[in-house]
């Protein structure tokens, strides 16, 4: 079946400019992750989303990232006025509905973001 | 919250030989761990995964990782390594539903 797919694959802005990065998970996957992969590390947790709410947003680096999954599948990472600093792979991951705590997160090619 | 230690950055090695790369966690309790792999050009997969029971657990394309509770350690091993292994390989220990990630190991392999 199909995995998690992300568009725009690569996405390349101006310092300053508003970003919209998109993820479709799974069919039928509840639960959505975005992370981020600075280059040399690996990915770090920035959301979770368990359905449309976001049940843990404590990884977001600041108030410019925000991420919405408005109709429980597909989620869109926005990010406001962009710095270099942001420059990085998004990644995201989804995984079945929450049972046992036993599910595995299956990832996405992720969006390479570049701020100039 | 978790943290996770990959011990080696880069490691090169000849066709045949084996591998065995490093993997600690920071505190016990109930674990969830896991290998990713990132062959170049594609995206994570799954290499394998430690729920419970049997602490050594097998992987796709011939790996395998030891759990050992009482080192906060699990291990990636393989007992001949190919060309296409050549990837990039990360540990993760699930910290509720999150994945904490080590900083990963490039693995590459001489023909």
């Known amino acids: 079946g199909a995995g998690v797919s992300q568009t725009p694959s690569n996405k390349v802005t101006e310092k300053g400019k508003y970003v919209e990065l998109r993820c479709d998970p799974i069919s039928g996957h509840t639960a959505l992750y975005w992370y981020r992969q600075s280059l040399g590390q690996g990915p770090e947790f920035l959301i979770y989303?368990?359905?449309?709410?976001?049940?843990?947003d404590s990884g977001l680096p600041n108030d410019r990232f925000f991420a919405v999954r408005p109709e429980g599948s597909v989620s869109t990472l926005k990010i406001q006025r962009t710095e270099r600093g942001d420059s990085a792979v998004y990644l995201c991951?989804?995984?079945?509905?929450?049972?046992?705590?036993?599910?595995?997160?299956?990832f996405g090619p992720g969006t390479r973001l570049l701020v100039l | 919250a978790q943290s996770v230690s990959q011990h080696n950055h880069h490691v090169i090695l000849s066709e045949a030989a084996s591998l065995e790369l490093g993997c600690n966690y920071s505190?016990?309790?109930?674990?969830?761990l896991f290998w990713y792999v990132q062959y170049p050009g594609q995206h994570l997969q799954l290499l394998l995964k430690y729920f419970s029971g049997d602490p050594l657990v097998k992987g796709i394309k011939g790996f395998e990782a030891e759990f050992i509770k009482s080192k906060f350690s699990f291990n990636l091993r393989k007992p001949s390594v190919q060309w296409s292994d050549t990837a990039e390989y990360f540990c993760?220990?699930?910290?509720?539903?999150?994945?904490?990630f080590g900083a990963g190991t490039t693995v590459t392999v001489r023909a």
């Open positions: 991951a989804s995984s079945p509905q929450r049972g046992g705590g036993f599910e595995t997160q299956y």
């Open positions: 993760a220990v699930r910290d509720d539903y999150k994945l904490s």
């Open positions: 989303f368990q359905g449309t709410g976001a049940a843990d």
């Open positions: 505190y016990g309790g109930t674990v969830n």
